[in-house]
Each structure stands twice: as structure tokens, then as C-alpha cells.
């Protein structure tokens, strides 16, 4: 037979089991908390590292330069800053140095597929590019679609694009030409 035991004993009981559990949580939590700091250390140094490579061509101005700045901002709008410099080149549109072929247009399962090709005549690689088609009715814009090529399209080097116009069935308007041109073509 099993002795009952006083309410009081079971609280205690109780008690020591959670000072017994709360031990090596405290434990735990101090060791994640220590691990945690280390590691935002490290990768705010190794962040740091590689800030200032990236912003090594960025000289900060004084406060006498930025007046001067901002004087001759307000005169001429050609002035840019050292940092938009340096990131032209993320910045720049290739859009003029892409050539676009005559392209060809056809129905398909009541989509409208501009067909066509294009020749990168940048001096660099051309790493995306937006291809739109307009379509128009009697000479007034009705519609326009376009499309992404997302990989690396060397100096020289020619692509096939296909673009797809509407979603639905009779989602294309009526068009009795269309036009296409080159919205963005970007190196990075």
C-alpha cells in the first residue's frame, strides 16, 4: 500500500524539480547567448573587412567640401557624388548596345509570341536584359508585354527571345502592328 504523502512534502518535491531543471537551462541559455555574441562579432568584422574594400575608392568629404558640393549640385546637375561613382557601373543601362533582328509575330492558343533575336555591341557582358513589345491599333498604343533574358550575353554574342502577350483567353487586344524595343539591358 502506497503512503499518501502531505501536501507539503509535494510541494517541495515539486520545488526541487524545477530548481533542478532550471540549472541546466540557465546553463544552456548562457552558452547560446556567449555563441551568439562571438559569432556577430566575427561577421561584423568580416563585414567591416569587406566594407572597405568596396567603399575603397569613396573619399568622405569635410563639411566645407560638402557646401561646396551641394553649391555646385544646385548649379550644375552633372555633379556626382564618389560613392555614385563607384557604382555606376551596378547602375548603367546597356539598353543603346543591344541590336535588335527583325522579329516575327504569330497566335498561339490565343497568345500573341513576338519572336525575335538580339546581338549584345556592348563592350561587356550583359548580364539582364527587358525586351517589350507594344502593340498598337490604328496607330494608338493598346497593349504592351514584355520579358526577361537572365544570363551572361558576351560582347558579340547574339540570343533568341520569345515573348508572351496575354494571359487568358481574349486577353490580347485587337492590334495591327507592333513595335519592340529594348526597356533595360544591365552588366553586374
Excluded at 81 to 93: C, G, I, K, P
Excluded at 170 to 182: H, I, N, W, Y
Aim: with cysteine; net charge negative; aromatic share 10%.
Amino acid at each position: 500500500m502506497e503512503k499518501q504523502q502531505s501536501p507539503f512534502t509535494l510541494i517541495k518535491k515539486g520545488f526541487l524539480l524545477g530548481i533542478g531543471l532550471m540549472i541546466p537551462l540557465a546553463v544552456l541559455e548562457f552558452a547560446s547567448v556567449k555563441y551568439a555574441f562571438y559569432e556577430s562579432k566575427a561577421y561584423t568584422e568580416e563585414m567591416t573587412s569587406n566594407w572597405s574594400d568596396i567603399t575603397a575608392d569613396f573619399k568622405p568629404s569635410t563639411a566645407l567640401e560638402q557646401t561646396e558640393n551641394d553649391d555646385k549640385a544646385d548649379n550644375d546637375d552633372t555633379a556626382i557624388s564618389e560613392m555614385d561613382r563607384h557604382f555606376s557601373a551596378y547602375n548603367q543601362s546597356y539598353a543603346k548596345d543591344i541590336r535588335l533582328s527583325p522579329h516575327q509575330t504569330t497566335m498561339q492558343n490565343d497568345k500573341l509570341l513576338v519572336i525575335g533575336s538580339f546581338t549584345n555591341s556592348a563592350k561587356v557582358p550583359i548580364n539582364t536584359v527587358e525586351i517589350e513589345a507594344e502593340l498598337f491599333k490604328d496607330g494608338k498604343f493598346v497593349y504592351e508585354c514584355s520579358d526577361y533574358i537572365g544570363m551572361t550575353i558576351k560582347p558579340g554574342q547574339s540570343e533568341n527571345y520569345m515573348i508572351k502577350c496575354g494571359c487568358n483567353k481574349g486577353d490580347t487586344p485587337a492590334f495591327d502592328e507592333v513595335k519592340v524595343k529594348v526597356n533595360k539591358a544591365l552588366a553586374y
